[in-house]
């Protein structure tokens, strides 16, 4: 199946940046893209969060040495094979792709990012890789037709390209924030999450900090993010900041930014769940803390029968008051209400009256159901993506080898 | 749909026991059997394992205040409504079922246990209830076609009853268990399950001891158990031993004996999930303790993309592998390797070569797949069972109301 291919808006484009998404021959496909390369003119300052699978995959092991890092200047990803489970042999190809892209960038190795998304436990096709690098540092260019290309080479199941972008001001000068993710399926994350990366031109000295901003920022975004409960080897994010705008954004209105462009990335990735017919958003307030919303948003996303639920247009509130009960976090059922929309359906610990036909027909009708749980009086809450669980889901599943 | 009824077999009723199953009116099927009464003709000793959900139905709130005891006269079984999520008002009609049942038998209303399992969030229909608890008691008897109709009148969505039986010796005396479960979906026992009810008519004299020999064997059996790893709300087992064989049997039997009941009864849950065509049986060694290794199984139990691996018979280790990545349960890629069924797959963390297409036949035809992982030289492991995820659920849980 070709994905929508959504082209990249041309303001949003940070500069210094070059890079393209070209088809270089590890997926079967003749038409599809599976090598991108991202390059930054000058050095910048970068950090990733990465999964906490304790099976990872290669690329993986190679970028958690690399980042923070205040010099990094490309990144290289391939989709449709995941260098996981590969053993030291994968560990091999994936450092003889950053030292190619080194060379052919006149760089030193440890500047590059290696990332791979795809079947796992399969060899990367090296000769295939190798060659496509040289190609694609031929076909480096800063167009917005060149990040539509790399954000369409990065997909595996995905139906769609996913770019989110932002642009910030600050002393008369402006910047940019461009981000692109891919992810469908084997989505769970748990401290990182699927492969998303977030180019700025904005001027940030410091990658420790970087780091911080990114966890912080990852953790609300996402971190609440959840297909189908399979935390993947290969989750990755990663940040550059190469500062060609000149522009220094202030620390605050910088990581509200990467905030929302990487919300927007999260419920993209959601809505696109195999499968999936909604666009599930989990409120959860009252809380104790924000862990504790996150485990009940958790619970309630990851069950089968919350999903089969609403993929059924059933307003079925018993599967989602007992899920939030098993997971782990605190709360008592008296304090407890729940609106599925705008419809009370549960009201501190007993069944609300409503119509469940309408809210039936309600939910069927839209793309997305909203989740609305509040267990208390506490002071936290958390928003969580997810979607239902379909036919589509398990035919395609039970076919596609990951 | 009507379920396939095993007749029990008479050779291993429990003395000192008379039971019914009958058809009350709770479900909507004229020929749907829907409330069990389970009676002791003397005192019998009980003990009661229950769901760790934090939100639990009315009978559950009932029965953990009565066990262990060591007076237990009835048990008293409702299917079709879970009585759950039904605020004060259900915790008064569980309370007012056993008075009921209590005034009928001549007991005292704490020697009467109730458990109840269906739809959530409904309240029960009391009246019905109490006109059934009133036939109940007059059909009451002792014959395989009374356990045979009581073990048929505690199913919802279950596609077969399930019971399993065993008899003992000891000091020329001879002793019986027989056990009966439900459960198809919303299986995700953790430190009890479903329902499970288990009848002996062995001497047993300290209820605390039997609570304790309880708890290690549901921990070994049903604990180990997940049809879609959402924890229930009515997850009750219960063990009454009455001691009408006037057989004492040592306690290291009878323990073993209660374990290889509760056995079959969890891989005759697992193998009766909603939609399920293969029975996945996961075999975890070289942990460092049970829970290390419990806790991989379930990962990779739970996974929905392992579970339509097998529903597609596709020999996809990455997936198992990965999930075994974040159990959370620590190991080493490097000494781990896995088995489908005989063949090896995963050799001390990387793939090993095997005949992909023939093991995917042996998997279509088989009802059984066998997932062996060995993760280092650990003393522990762990046997799970679970099933397949397959278009069947979906439908099925899209459709009906839990």
Redesign the interface.
């Known amino acids: 199946m070709t994905p929508r291919i959504v082209p990249v808006d041309p303001s949003f484009l940070p500069t210094g940046f070059r890079c393209c998404g070209i088809r270089c021959g590890i997926k079967i496909s003749a038409t599809a893209r599976d090598l991108a390369l991202f390059v930054s003119d000058q050095n910048a300052c970068a950090a990733g969060t990465f999964t ?5 995959a290669a690329p993986v092991v190679l970028c958690r040495e690399r980042v923070p890092a205040p010099d990094i200047r490309a990144v290289l990803v391939n989709s449709g094979n ?1 260098n ?4 030291p ?1 994968g560990l091999e190809d994936a450092a003889t792709m950053a030292h190619r892209t080194a060379v052919r960038l006149g760089c030193r190795p440890e500047q590059v990012l290696v990332c791979s998304t795809g ?4 060899r990367l096709p090296l000769d295939t890789v190798l060659r496509g690098i040289e190609q694609a540092t031929k076909e480096l260019g800063s167009t917005a037709e060149h990040w539509t290309n790399a954000a369409h080479a990065i997909l595996t199941t995905d139906t769609t390209t996913k770019v989110a972008a932002r642009s910030l001001e600050a002393g008369g000068k402006s910047c940019r924030i461009l981000a692109i993710a891919k992810g469908a ?2 989505i ?1 994350p ?1 401290m990182a999450t699927m492969l998303a990366f977030l180019f700025t031109d904005a001027v940030v000295d410091n990658p420790v900090w970087l780091a911080e901003v990114l966890r912080r920022t990852v953790d609300r975004t996402f971190n609440c993010l959840s297909v ?6 290969n989750d990755s994010v990663l940040l550059l900041a190469n500062g060609a705008s000149r522009c220094r954004p202030d620390a605050e209105t910088l990581e509200q930014k990467l905030g929302e462009v990487c919300e927007e990335l999260a419920r993209a990735i959601a809505a696109d769940g195999e499968g999936a017919r909604h666009l599930v958003v989990i409120r959860v307030e009252g809380a104790a803390s924000f862990e504790d919303a996150r485990a009940i948003a958790r619970a309630i996303a ?5 999903k ?2 609403v ?2 247009a ?1 307003p ?4 989602i ?6 997971s782990g976090a ?2 008592d ?1 008296r304090t407890t209400s729940l609106w599925i929309n705008d419809t009370l359906v ?1 009201r501190n ?3 609300a009256a409503f119509d469940r036909s309408e809210l039936s027909k309600q939910m069927k009708a839209a793309r997305e159901v909203v989740l609305r749980l509040t267990v208390g009086t506490g002071p936290a809450g958390c928003l969580f993506w997810s979607c239902d ?3 589509e ?7 596609y ?2």
Do not use: K
């Open positions: 906490t699978n304790r099976v990872v995941a996981a489970c590969t053993g042999a079947v796992i436990g399969v399926g084997m769970a748990r189908d409960g399979h935390t993947s080897t990851d069950s089968p029968l919350v089969t639920a993929y059924g059933d079925n509130w018993g599967r008051i007992s899920a939030a009960g098993y605190p709360f059922e549960y610990g007993q069944p669980l379909t036919e889901y398990v035919r395609f599943n039970a076919s080898t990951t």
